[in-house]
């Protein structure tokens, strides 16, 4: 075995323990004959293992999660107006809406924003949950009605739209 | 760790947020420290990790239990964090200059004892930092997580050969860059 392959194997496979047999042999005994390679490898171990072996794990604060949750959440009630979005499309191509009817939804679409960013910044539960979700629902029909679309009303805000740069990326 | 059921993660795909959230508690710590040591900023850490957990909500329903749960949401906090550093080297103007980070990993010798294990764990993260992101996902991977080499392969989606060879060229940069430091404090 000559020195620059006994390095390499150290760099890799012989201190990530996935030597065995012969190879390992060969390389012990190479050790074993040189001096500059055991050199080598007592600063690799030094050097690339033992700091991060000792490292510390770390916990994220959280806040992290409480981020996330607040996401979720209007995950879920995008997701729930996309649903009715797609009835209400249906319907809505087959029953033409006269202009005060359109004119009063974007209304109840106006207050019921208010009311979304209202509620959002309250903790939550069970009934409240589901009255949010007509709440969502109704924002929904109004941004369609708008002539805005439900993605442009769920991706807009904080989010500023990197969400939609990563689903490409997955994609 | 606890294990996370299938049904869970159904649940979860569904939008059962406390089902959500067992994922969270079973892999949010594993995500946080690869995207930590992977951008080395606690501000930066923390919001990749919030898209992460993010974007496995919106992917949970495309899983499909080909590979287990855990190496597909390292695969998607890998990916963000590579290109949350490649986007920031490329603002940086390229990398910060080699002095630059011999200087931040001088600065960061435990001079005071009491401090010693947080200076530590600085100088490891600085440490880091001489290396391209996709170098750094495999150090990452392997030596704070733990991962095989395989397991590093199916997570980063690249064969056993650029693993093994991302990892010398990522070591061989880490001991020359030692070899400078020294060589600096004397
Ligand atoms: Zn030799």
Same mark, same amino acid.
């Given at each position: 075995?000559?020195?620059r392959?006994?390095?390499?194997?150290?760099?890799t496979?012989?201190?990530?323990?996935?030597?065995?047999?012969d190879?390992?042999? *060969?390389?012990?005994?190479?050790?074993a004959?040189?001096?500059?390679c055991r050199e080598f490898?007592?600063?690799?171990?030094?050097?690339?293992?033992?700091?991060?072996?000792?490292?510390?794990?770390?916990y994220p604060?959280?806040?992290?999660?409480?981020?996330?949750h607040?996401?979720?959440?209007?995950?879920?009630?995008?997701?729930?107006?996309?649903?009715?979005?797609?009835?209400?499309?249906?319907?809505?191509s087959?029953?033409p809406?006269?202009?005060?009817?359109? *004119?009063?939804a974007?209304?109840?679409?106006?207050?019921?924003?208010?009311?979304?960013f209202?509620l959002?910044?309250?903790?939550m539960?069970?009934?409240?949950?589901a009255?949010?979700?007509?709440e969502?629902?109704?924002?929904?029909?109004?941004?369609?009605?708008?002539?805005?679309s *439900? *993605?442009?009303?769920?991706?807009?805000?904080?989010?500023?739209?990197?969400?939609?740069a990563?689903?490409e990326?997955?994609? | 760790?606890?294990?996370?059921?299938e049904?869970?993660?159904r649940?979860?795909?569904?939008?059962?947020?406390?089902?959500?959230?067992a994922?969270?508690?079973?892999y949010?710590?594993?995500?946080?420290?690869?995207?930590y040591?992977?951008?080395?900023?606690?501000d930066d850490?923390q919001?990749?990790?919030?898209?992460?957990?993010?974007?496995?909500?919106?992917k949970?329903?495309?899983?499909?239990?080909?590979?287990?749960?855990?190496t597909w949401?390292y695969?998607?906090?890998?990916?963000?964090?590579?290109?949350?550093?490649?986007?920031?080297?490329r603002?940086q103007?390229?990398?910060?200059?080699?002095?630059?980070?011999m200087?931040?990993?001088?600065?960061?010798?435990?001079?005071?004892?009491?401090?010693?294990r947080h200076a530590?764990?600085?100088?490891?993260?600085?440490?880091?930092?001489?290396?391209?992101a996709?170098?750094?996902?495999?150090?990452?991977?392997?030596?704070f997580?733990?991962l095989?080499y395989?397991?590093?392969?199916?997570?980063?989606?690249?064969?056993?050969?650029?693993?093994r060879s991302?990892l010398?060229?990522?070591?061989?940069?880490?001991?020359?860059?030692?070899?400078?430091?020294?060589r600096?404090?004397m």
């Amino acid at each position: 075995m000559k020195c620059r392959d006994v390095r390499e194997f150290i760099l890799t496979d012989y201190l990530d323990e996935r030597m065995s047999g012969d190879a390992q042999t *060969a390389l012990e005994r190479h050790l074993a004959e040189c001096g500059g390679c055991r050199e080598f490898e007592a600063q690799a171990r030094q050097v690339v293992m033992e700091p991060f072996r000792q490292a510390d794990r770390l916990y994220p604060p959280d806040a992290v999660w409480e981020k996330i949750h607040a996401r979720i959440l209007e995950e879920n009630q995008a997701r729930a107006g996309s649903r009715l979005g797609a009835f209400w499309a249906g319907l809505s191509s087959r029953v033409p809406l006269p202009k005060p009817a359109l *004119a009063a939804a974007a209304l109840v679409g106006v207050m019921a924003i208010a009311l979304t960013f209202t509620l959002h910044r309250l903790p939550m539960q069970g009934p409240e949950l589901a009255r949010l979700d007509i709440e969502a629902e109704a924002t929904y029909v109004a941004a369609l009605l708008d002539g805005t679309s *439900a *993605a442009s009303v769920s991706e807009s805000g904080e989010n500023g739209g990197f969400g939609t740069a990563i689903e490409e990326y997955f994609l | 760790m606890r294990e996370i059921s299938e049904a869970t993660v159904r649940d979860a795909a569904q939008g059962s947020v406390e089902a959500f959230e067992a994922i969270y508690k079973a892999y949010g710590p594993y995500v946080y420290n690869v995207v930590y040591r992977m951008l080395h900023h606690a501000d930066d850490a923390q919001d990749v990790t919030q898209e992460v957990f993010v974007t496995v909500y919106r992917k949970l329903k495309t899983f499909g239990f080909r590979s287990s749960l855990k190496t597909w949401i390292y695969r998607i906090a890998t990916n963000l964090a590579i290109n949350h550093a490649k986007k920031r080297e490329r603002e940086q103007n390229r990398t910060v200059a080699l002095d630059e980070k011999m200087e931040s990993v001088l600065a960061s010798n435990p001079a005071d004892r009491a401090d010693v294990r947080h200076a530590q764990r600085e100088q490891v993260s600085a440490l880091l930092e001489v290396l391209n992101a996709d170098q750094r996902a495999c150090l990452v991977l392997r030596d704070f997580e733990g991962l095989s080499y395989e397991e590093i392969a199916q997570t980063l989606g690249i064969n056993l050969n650029t693993v093994r060879s991302r990892l010398k060229r990522g070591r061989e940069k880490l001991l020359a860059f030692s070899k400078e430091v020294i060589r600096h404090e004397m």
